[in-house]
């Protein structure tokens, strides 16, 4: 069945350091590409996404660009805030299904210290 | 415009007691769904709706009943509670089925269970 992979945490960074959180996945149709946020004590928001290979999403600084030919989905930022301290879900939903269900990794921990 | 909203936000159970933890969305969504996170494991998808009447199971359904009889509503039920149900758990909802692949998902702030 469809997965998402992610790189275990948890991240530790300096603030203003550069950010890459990998993220692979596995999916027998052509799934749109999801990376979501949980900021401490809440619950999951939609950072970026993108719905076709090549597709680039961004929101708040972050980018990461669907690449089909590594089924990958990696998250990037050039310089991370303590602001940015939470855990980033990687998520797959199925073009093919008829139905919204997410398929998540693990979550990955990032922690941004001053 | 509340978005999504769960009651309660923590809960203490004894192994085999009975709970339905709330879930409501004020956007009029159609699609409705449950999710368990647990440490390393990311999260699960329950049970989900695709409208009023409509419910499906996810991938860990066992142990866990739901029913949607509004658009506004989708509770969650624990018959008889166990300590591997112990968990944080979310409910979301997005606008439109049409649009499956792309539309957000929006998520509640989460109840926290403990089973004893």
């Known amino acids: 069945g469809d997965s998402v992979t992610q790189m275990e945490g948890p991240v530790t960074l300096s603030e203003e350091a550069c950010l890459t959180i990998?993220?692979?996945?596995?999916?027998?149709?052509?799934?749109?590409l999801f990376w979501y946020v949980q900021y401490p004590g809440e619950g999951l928001q939609l950072l970026l996404k993108?719905?076709?290979?090549?597709d680039k999403g961004s929101n708040k600084g972050f980018e990461a660009t669907y690449r089909k030919e590594t089924t990958s989905f990696h998250l990037e930022k050039g310089s991370v805030q303590v602001s940015d301290s939470a855990v980033y879900f990687c998520?797959?939903?199925?073009?093919?299904?008829?139905?919204?269900?997410?398929?998540f990794g693990t979550g990955t921990l990032l922690a941004v210290q001053p | 415009n509340a978005g999504v909203t769960q009651t309660p936000k923590f809960q203490v159970l004894k192994t085999g007691q009975s709970m339905t933890l709330q879930c409501a969305q004020d956007?009029?969504?159609?699609?409705m769904s449950w999710y368990r996170q647990d440490p390393g494991m990311g999260l699960r998808l329950i049970h989900y709706?695709?409208?009023?009447?409509?419910?499906d199971q996810g991938e860990v359904p066992n142990g866990y009943n739901v029913s949607r009889s509004t658009t506004e509503d989708f509770p969650l039920r624990l018959l008889s509670a166990a300590p591997s149900q112990t968990s944080v758990y979310f409910c979301?909802?997005?606008?439109?089925?049409?649009?499956?692949?792309?539309?957000?998902?929006?998520f509640g702030p989460g109840t926290r269970l403990t089973v004893l």
């Open positions: 979301a909802s997005s606008r439109n089925l049409r649009l499956a692949s792309t539309d957000t998902q929006y």
């Open positions: 990998n993220c692979t996945y596995t999916a027998t149709g052509y799934p749109s």
């Open positions: 993108a719905t076709k290979a090549d």
């Open positions: 998520a797959l939903s199925d073009n093919g299904g008829a139905t919204n269900k997410l398929i």
């Open positions: 956007m009029n969504h159609e699609y």
């Open positions: 709706s695709v409208g009023a009447g409509i419910t």
